[in-house]
């Protein structure tokens, strides 16, 4: 629920989000750009939180923003009070954050694409659909491969190259393909180096707000429970650290390309390189049945050892 904002020193009555996922596509790109700046230590938690609400009320910032202790000052100016009245209303960022074992954590529970298209320069991009339904597997590889690398290295050159996965232009002729879903044109992992450069034009909020998310639908992911064809579906399982991935890395998903490899195998899509132009969402419901069944057999085999 948005936050209504009153300042009667400036007149200004507003209503501004009260997370990211109530953030239109501006102020999701202005609160990337602070988050990335706060997130990699460049600026303080207070720092961000004042910003925010200058960017997110649209109001020039001011130079010395006051303590709330100091109001009462004969020498304080105009000015100074509404500049006072803004650090109180940076208390309100607070709801952006969750609180996980003391650390504040952006809260990360969207799949609505804030910014589906951009225009960087001459070439219109389009994004992921909401809920990524219109995602391939192969993109999905591809991004989460990215993904983790940036979360390991916090090298911000990788996200260029993690949009350029997800933001592509339009097909040719596209108006007549709209029963794909999907107007972009076909992923090419190829292209990829090439699409970042020309996004080096976009502003940084937004290709930090890309990768955040793109965390979002990951963690998602690793927590849903999916209903697909009357059915509940806890694809938890196909990101258990104990039995995916190396028990030494922290990263869900590390263990995708194994799966990948192993569906393959299968046949069932086809070879790997027609499971990576797969629609993401048939390949996750294949991998999960796959998986589970995997389970069910190890835990029938364990208990027929201890009988």
Not at 121 to 140: M, Q, R, V, W
Not at 196 to 219: C, D, E, R, W
Not at 221 to 234: Q, T
Not at 265 to 293: C, H, P, T
């Amino acid at each position: 629920m948005h936050h209504h904002i009153y300042i009667p020193e400036a007149n200004i009555s507003r209503y501004i989000p009260s997370e990211l996922a109530e953030c239109d596509a501006k102020e999701y790109i202005n609160i990337c750009e602070l988050l990335y700046l706060y997130q990699s230590n460049q600026i303080a938690f207070m720092q961000f939180k004042v910003a925010a609400v200058y960017r997110l009320l649209k109001m020039k910032e001011a130079k010395h923003p006051l303590l709330p202790t100091q109001i009462l000052d004969e020498s304080i100016t105009e000015e100074d009070i509404k500049a006072s009245n803004i650090y109180e209303l940076a208390q309100l960022i607070d709801t952006f954050f969750e609180d996980q074992e003391g650390v504040k954590v952006i809260k990360q529970n969207y799949l609505t694409n804030p910014v589906p298209t951009i225009r960087p320069s001459l070439i219109k991009y389009h994004g992921p659909a909401d809920n990524f339904h219109n995602l391939t597997f192969g993109e999905y590889l591809d991004a989460l491969r990215l993904f983790n690398d940036f979360h390991s290295c916090g090298d911000p050159e990788i996200l260029y190259l993690l949009v350029a996965i997800l933001y592509r232009p339009a097909a040719p002729f596209h108006f007549f393909q709209k029963d794909k879903g999907d107007i972009r044109e076909e992923y090419n992992s190829h292209t990829i180096e090439k699409r970042a450069k020309k996004l080096k034009y976009a502003p940084f909020g937004f290709i930090y707000g890309v990768y955040l998310l793109f965390a979002s639908f990951q963690k998602a992911l690793v927590e849903m429970k999916l209903n697909w064809g009357g059915k509940e579906l806890d694809l938890s399982i196909l990101f258990d650290s104990s039995e995916t991935q190396d028990e030494s890395n922290e990263l869900p998903g590390i263990g995708m390309d194994a799966l990948a490899f192993t569906m393959a195998e299968s046949g069932a899509f086809g070879d790997y390189e027609a499971l990576r132009l797969a629609n993401f969402w048939q390949i996750i419901v294949r991998m999960y049945d796959m998986r589970k069944s995997d389970l069910e057999r190890q835990k029938h085999e364990s208990n027929a050892t201890t009988k």
